[in-house]
């Protein structure tokens, strides 16, 4: 709360006195009042190592605006461990969380009347959360990505927190011995930072930097390396010209903008889990952004890095390649980017991109134009009976992209795991998994666990899975998420039986249920939605206001 900035007159200034006395009992003096109040969001917590690495970037960032001769207001943020969480009830919490965070960084910002905020976090849900808050305070804000993590190592190979849920499946299986099993579960995860691939979460730390709210290299830098902690003391430098010069999120958060994070999604192979939390974005900026938006972009950007789940390389090895610059620069040369874009540094995207070199040559990880992985991008908008508001799949690099068979149909995630583990589940069937959306599960928790389990018995491009909750972005193989609307709001999913014929077509990007409409029609007239699973508390609030998962899964939705 800047008084002398912000008072009118004398009178006003008098009636402040006694909020000038609850900063005077923190040790501010009478010159500080006229000094911007920062806010420092900070995601710091030993819940998860995703964020066990924040609190160095957290004091890094206060240091450094003390610095700029600001006055660092900090707050926390909570966080939800989706790899702990996944497979247990906990994950219903996850989805939850984004709405959580973001009410904690609007509300913090806006009920303490802070000049500009800076946000740091690490896992999946941190970022858009973080950034939703950022856009409904619309003070000036920057993104501090925690960092990603280093790989874990085993008999030479690189692993990472996907590798042991795949162990499990090859274990159950028996294609791993015991010892191999216990010794990847002990070392895929060496230390702080968020999940190594490009899943959710370096996913979204890639897509702000496009976007703008980042600065540039940071969303691919290691949380045990130093220099993520100078890029946040500079990150902390940024936020305080920007104050000076009043650039707010929503001069930065635009339709043309969201095509450039959107780009680079579709560039880097990046998480299904974008495609949600893009649409929340979009809502909180007031920006028109449809899920066929997606689909429209991913018709234009071919798919240039070689990056896990689906390839070889993990998020430290892309900022070794050159980072998020090196593949914007390739997006921007080829006419593919909206240069023009104002970012948090003052500068436009083609003014952050001016002097990034050409490709090293002496890399694999980042393609050239001429010679993508893949020509269109990765993420589809799959309609059909079964989806007719749409749903999403990635859909490049699939050895059989059209998959009919007979429905297999599982009420929650745990009967569908305890199915395949069972060895249940043969080559050819597609798994229906429902009530697991916005509103039945509540909270669209991922299904991370039955399809790594899948891949790890060797069903990953055999069997199809679709369902109307979310997917880890380490998830790959012939699945459908998203699927609209959800069963528990009647959509079709919920009328699905047991053998039922459906068709996963990537080629036509259709999602079909073979039977009749009049035998549909009979199915719905004989359906009732269940009770819901939570009455009280926090699941039960988001499951009574949460939008469709076509429309970002938002709550406060028109």
């Not at 269109?376 to 050895?399: C, T, W």
């Not at 609307?485 to 036509?508: K, M, R």
Request: hydrophobic share 40%; charged share 20%; net charge neutral.
């Amino acid at each position: 709360m800047n008084i002398n900035r912000r008072s009118k007159n004398i009178t006003e200034g008098i009636a402040r006195a006694p909020n000038r006395s609850m900063y005077y009992a923190m040790g501010y003096t009478s010159s500080d009042f006229g000094k911007p109040m920062i806010g420092v969001a900070n995601g710091h917590s030993t819940i998860t190592p995703c964020n066990s690495g924040l609190q160095k970037l957290a004091d890094a960032a206060i240091n450094a605006l003390i610095a700029c001769n600001a006055n660092p207001q900090v707050f926390g943020t909570p966080t939800i461990s989706d790899g702990m969480a996944m497979g247990t009830e906990g994950m219903k919490y996850s989805l939850v969380s984004r709405e959580v965070i973001s009410d904690c960084v609007e509300t913090c910002v806006g009920g303490q009347w802070m000049d500009g905020v800076l946000v740091i976090g690490g896992c999946d849900k941190n970022m858009p959360g973080g950034l939703m808050g950022m856009l409904r305070a619309n003070v000036p804000a920057i993104y501090v990505y925690g960092g990603t993590i280093l790989p874990g190592k085993y008999k030479g190979e690189d692993l990472n927190i996907v590798s042991v849920f795949e162990a499990v499946g090859q274990f159950t299986a028996g294609k791993m011995t015991e010892e191999d099993f216990c010794q990847i579960e002990r070392r895929a995860i060496p230390g702080s930072g968020s999940c190594g691939g490009m899943y959710t979460a370096n996913t979204m730390s890639s897509a702000f930097e496009a976007l703008g709210v980042s600065m540039p290299y940071s969303s691919t830098m290691a949380n045990v390396h130093d220099e993520i902690v100078e890029a946040t003391k500079l990150a902390a430098k940024t936020l305080v010209e920007a104050v000076k010069r009043d650039l707010k999120p929503r001069d930065i958060v635009t339709r043309k903008s969201i095509e450039n994070a959107v780009a680079v999604i579709m560039a880097t192979g990046g998480s299904t889990n974008a495609v949600l939390h893009f649409l929340a974005i979009a809502h909180a900026a007031q920006v028109e952004w449809s899920i066929d938006d997606f689909e429209r972009m991913r018709k234009k950007i071919p798919v240039l890095c070689d990056l896990k789940p689906s390839g070889r390389f993990l998020a430290v090895d892309l900022h070794t390649a050159g980072g998020i610059p090196a593949v914007m620069k390739v997006l921007l040369d080829a006419g593919l980017l909206n240069g023009d874009c104002i970012t948090i540094t003052g500068k436009t995207v083609a003014e952050n991109l001016a002097n990034i070199p050409p490709l090293r040559s002496d890399q694999d990880v980042i393609r050239p134009i001429a010679n993508p992985m893949y020509a269109e991008g990765h993420l589809a908008i799959l309609r059909g009976n079964l989806s007719p508001e749409g749903s999403v799949a990635k859909i490049s690099g699939l050895k059989n992209p059209v998959i009919t068979g007979p429905a297999r149909v599982f009420d929650d995630e745990q009967a569908a795991l305890a199915s395949i583990m069972a060895k249940n589940i043969n080559p050819g069937d597609v798994m229906v998994l429902r009530y697991l959306g916005p509103k039945g599960g509540p909270g669209m928790p991922e299904m991370l666990a039955p399809t790594s389990a899948l891949i790890g018995q060797g069903l990953g491009e055999t069997v199809g899975l679709i369902t109307d909750g979310r997917f880890s972005g380490g998830t790959w193989g012939m699945v459908v998420g998203h699927v609209a609307p959800e069963a528990y709001e009647g959509g079709a999913i919920a009328l699905v039986q047991e053998g039922d014929s459906i068709t996963i077509n990537a080629h036509t990007l259709t999602l079909q249920l073979h039977v009749s409409d009049t035998e549909l029609r009979e199915r719905r007239a004989n359906w009732k939605q269940p009770e819901p699973r939570y009455k009280r508390g926090v699941l039960s609030k988001f499951a009574r206001n949460a939008s469709s998962a076509s429309t970002g899964a938002v709550l406060d939705g028109d």
